[in-house]
């Protein structure tokens, strides 16, 4: 199982903006899709955004679309999210993940169950 390693979360006023990295450990990462997720207090962990392996297709969900981007390095084994326009609702952990079980999927990835893997979460506040 492949190990995940978020960063880059913090503390930030509304409009502003992040980027969130990830590291994962292992040769094959450029072989399968990864994923960020996010969850609020109180609230079930929900999609966010989701890469392929080659980086060539990216999903979004609605509510970020237009201001989250998602890409990848293959070379460095990192996944990013970047996060510009934020909102005081986008507060939350935000979570890393891996379809590390699927490599080289043509799926089309929005839920928690299409991963296997998963980092530890990174805070982000977004004050208003």
């Known amino acids: 199982q492949v190990q995940l390693v978020e960063s880059g979360g913090g503390l930030v006023q509304a409009g502003g903006s992040l980027r969130l990295a990830c590291a994962a450990s292992?040769?094959?990462?450029?072989?399968?899709?990864m994923g960020w997720f996010r969850q609020a207090p109180g609230k079930e962990r929900e999609f966010v955004a989701a890469?392929?392996?080659?980086?060539?297709?990216?999903y979004y969900a609605d509510s970020v679309k237009g201001r989250f981007t998602i890409s990848r390095d293959n070379a460095k084994n990192l996944v990013y999210l970047q996060m510009n326009s934020l909102k005081p609702e986008d507060t939350a952990v935000y979570y890393c993940?891996?379809?590390?079980?699927?490599?080289?999927?043509?799926?089309?990835?929005?839920?928690?169950?299409?991963?296997?893997?998963w980092g530890q979460g990174t805070q982000v506040t977004v004050s208003s």
């Open positions: 993940a891996a379809d590390d079980r699927n490599l080289y999927s043509t799926n089309y990835y929005s839920h928690v169950s299409d991963f296997s893997s």
């Open positions: 292992g040769r094959t990462f450029s072989a399968y899709a």
């Open positions: 890469i392929n392996w080659s980086g060539r297709s990216t």
